[in-house]
């Protein structure tokens, strides 16, 4: 998203200062309004490509989506360039265009014909799938901390579609992350009292981990909490995974406490996220857990 977008506003910047017959006539000579007018070509395809991009974020459902919005800002900022100077559209400025135009479209056509990546809330039926996504990724931490289904039943790694049925009849929201049609990401919101929200049962696949889909799962997890009139969302992890807790703590979240159980062979470490500006002075009170 970032790469492309940087590449549309360069694209539209050089649209306008190298096609403009004016500016070709005066560049060469390096006057004072060859100069300006680079300049304000360049100010002005920049701004037309920040605004597109921003609204294209505000509508798309993922930054792959946000990169093929870009796709049409140098012809944007070509034709509005085109009005403020006066000149006229012919078949050497609508050639350069295209060029450039098809160069963006090969540059990033994985992403312009890529699988369309959506959120949504799971069906009972889409259960099955869910609780598959969950063993999956919950496994390597499983492997990692020595947990097995005799020692720690509860945990993520053996969780089945009945637990799952039992969350969503008990009013617990539960989201999948799809790509086209396969899920890829599960996550779920239990509410509870005093307009507290957990994060709960966060699972990536593993062959996708690498693809930024842990901040677009806390951003979605903030953004319905927050509609939904939520004050903090909070989330227990396995203490000594330092790892998890440090990503946690880089996006926002803060340690309000740890606590063990005996039933689990772990510490359990407790952090919240804000998620208004103005919160009760009370934390999460640690004994519970998720």
């Given amino acids: 998203g970032r790469l492309s977008t940087m590449m549309s506003i360069f694209s539209g910047t050089m649209m306008l200062a190298i096609f403009l017959p004016k500016t070709i006539n005066e560049v060469p000579?390096?006057?004072?309004?060859?100069?300006l007018l680079i300049l304000i070509m360049g100010i002005f395809s920049s701004a037309v490509?920040?605004?597109s991009w921003t609204k294209a974020f505000e509508v798309a459902e993922n930054a792959a989506s946000v990169?093929?919005?870009?796709?049409?800002?140098?012809?944007?900022?070509?034709?509005?360039?085109l009005a403020i100077a006066k000149e006229s559209l012919n078949l050497s400025k609508v050639f350069g265009g295209l060029i450039i135009l098809s160069g963006l479209l090969l540059f990033?056509?994985?992403?312009?014909?890529?699988?369309?990546?959506?959120?949504?809330?799971?069906?009972?039926?889409?259960l099955e799938e869910a609780a598959r996504v969950i063993r999956e990724s919950f496994a390597t931490v499983a492997d990692e901390f020595g947990l097995t289904c005799d020692n720690c039943p509860t945990n993520g790694a053996f969780t089945e579609a009945k637990h799952l049925r039992s969350d969503l009849e008990n009013g617990n929201q539960l989201f999948g992350v799809f790509f086209g049609r396969k899920m890829i990401?599960?996550?779920e919101?239990?509410?509870?009292?005093?307009?507290?929200?957990?994060?709960?049962?966060v699972g990536i696949i593993p062959v996708e981990r690498e693809n930024k889909y842990g901040e677009?799962?806390?951003n979605n997890a903030r953004r319905i909490a927050q509609n939904d009139q939520m004050k903090q969302i909070n989330i227990g992890i396995i203490k000594e995974n330092n790892r998890l807790k440090e990503w946690y703590q880089r996006n926002g979240y803060q340690i309000v406490c740890s606590e063990n159980f005996s039933h689990l062979l772990f510490e359990v470490l407790y952090l919240q996220l804000d998620i208004i500006e103005e919160i009760d002075n009370g934390q999460a009170e640690c004994g519970q857990s998720n």
């Fill in 108 to 126: 990033n056509s994985g992403q312009l014909f890529s699988k369309k990546v959506e959120i949504r809330r799971l069906k009972m039926e889409e």
């Fill in 189 to 201: 919101l239990v509410y509870k009292e005093n307009q507290q929200a957990t994060l709960d049962k």
């Fill in 216 to 218: 677009f799962i806390l």
């Fill in 185 to 187: 990401v599960f996550f």
């Fill in 29 to 35: 000579a390096l006057t004072l309004n060859s100069i």
């Fill in 67 to 81: 990169s093929n919005y870009t796709y049409i800002t140098p012809l944007l900022t070509t034709v509005l360039g």
């Fill in 49 to 51: 490509a920040y605004v």
